[in-house]
């Protein structure tokens, strides 16, 4: 048998999980936008001038040392690997070194 006063002390506690989920949550949302902002040496080494959502000057196609962009952006990906603008950065600098492998 249940008595109400515990049923009550239940939902109290699965709200306060509730709540303390939600704001775990939208603190890892706020946390990823901010930093979103900030470029890493994968946008300075590889990032496209031309990138509507570019973080920093970006650099030309011809301007990338792939062997570090390369480095760089891997090493970016670690930490975030579902950024969308990172993963065009590193396109960008193998498509680089295939340049220059193909320039001779």
């Given at each position: 048998m249940v008595v109400?006063?515990?049923g009550a002390k239940n939902e109290l506690v699965h709200m306060r999980?509730?709540?303390v989920v939600c704001i775990s949550f939208f603190g890892l949302l706020i946390a990823g936008?901010?930093?979103a902002d900030q470029p890493t040496e994968c946008d300075r080494l590889a990032g496209s001038p031309t990138d509507p959502?570019?973080?920093g000057a970006g650099i030309g196609l011809y301007g990338i040392e792939p062997a570090h962009a390369i480095a760089a952006c891997e090493a970016a990906l670690?930490?975030?690997?579902n950024n969308p603008r990172l993963m065009f950065n590193l396109g960008r600098a193998h498509e680089a070194r295939a340049h220059r492998?193909?320039?001779g």
């Open positions: 109400p006063y515990e999980v509730f709540r936008s901010a930093s959502r570019r973080v670690t930490t975030d690997p492998a193909a320039a």
